[in-house]
């Protein structure tokens, strides 16, 4: 998984030409953010009604009929602090001294339907393998935070500063810049939610729900 994740780095280094300013010396300040939001429950839907908004995520197995789900979002926000440099008599060459970095989850959900009765065997199942599916995306994003570090340092290098010929183009370079770490990224971050849907694939599979269902017999 590490090997695949650098490998799509590589691939995206193509850097900016903005003009002739000079390489920067020092590397941005990288700061790194994360969140694994606040967990809530709910238990006001039926079975078919999740079974529906399972359908709709494309989280459930045809025919599959659910009495529980556990759903999340995966974000990532940029942010970077920019100077400007003097380079000549007019020009100025922008470029980034810390990049914040935020990668995290939020709305984690758990819905068990309102048809299983509290504390029954089936009840206490299907909550322990909607509160696994939690602790998979919780592993996973510990997991990655170190590669996302180190991917934000390579990719800090790869792009180049942007030369303006006055102060009032600075912001619209800061933009400029703040886009293109967003396009670097962009493809890190859905080659993470592929590799969290994959491990969640390894609970979600005929043969544990087959195994679960024995359980409350």
């Known amino acids: 998984?590490?090997?695949?994740?650098?490998?799509?780095?590589?691939?995206?280094?193509?850097?900016?030409?903005?003009?002739?300013?000079?390489?920067?010396?020092?590397?941005?300040?990288?700061?790194?953010?994360?969140?694994?939001?606040?967990?809530?429950?709910?238990?006001?839907?039926?079975?078919?009604?999740?079974?529906?908004?399972?359908?709709?995520?494309?989280?459930?197995?045809?025919?599959?009929?659910?009495?529980?789900?556990?759903?999340?979002?995966?974000?990532?926000?940029?942010?970077?602090?920019?100077?400007?440099?003097?380079?000549?008599?007019?020009?100025?060459?922008?470029?980034?001294?810390?990049?914040?970095?935020?990668?995290?989850?939020?709305?984690?959900?758990?819905y068990i339907s309102k048809q299983l009765i509290p504390n029954s065997c089936e009840y206490n199942v299907v909550l322990r393998h909607e509160q696994t599916h939690q602790q998979i995306n919780k592993a996973a994003l510990d997991y990655f935070l170190p590669l996302f570090d180190e991917a934000a340092k390579k990719i800090a290098l790869s792009i180049k500063p942007i030369n303006v010929k006055s102060l009032s183009e600075i912001d619209k370079a800061s933009a400029e810049l703040t886009e293109e770490y967003n396009k670097k990224f962009s493809p890190l971050l859905e080659f993470f939610k592929q590799e969290l849907l994959k491990e969640q694939l390894k609970l979600d599979n005929q043969a544990n729900y087959q195994h679960e269902n024995i359980l409350c017999r």
């Open 1 to 110: 998984m590490k090997k695949i994740f650098f490998i799509l780095i590589f691939l995206i280094f193509p850097t900016l030409a903005f003009g002739a300013c000079p390489k920067i010396t020092s590397a941005p300040k990288i700061e790194l953010y994360t969140s694994y939001g606040k967990l809530r429950y709910d238990f006001s839907q039926n079975n078919k009604e999740i079974t529906k908004l399972a359908e709709r995520q494309g989280i459930i197995e045809k025919g599959l009929f659910a009495s529980g789900l556990s759903t999340i979002n995966v974000n990532m926000d940029i942010t970077l602090k920019t100077v400007g440099d003097i380079i000549g008599k007019y020009d100025f060459c922008v470029y980034p001294t810390a990049i914040k970095l935020s990668v995290y989850f939020s709305d984690p959900t758990i």
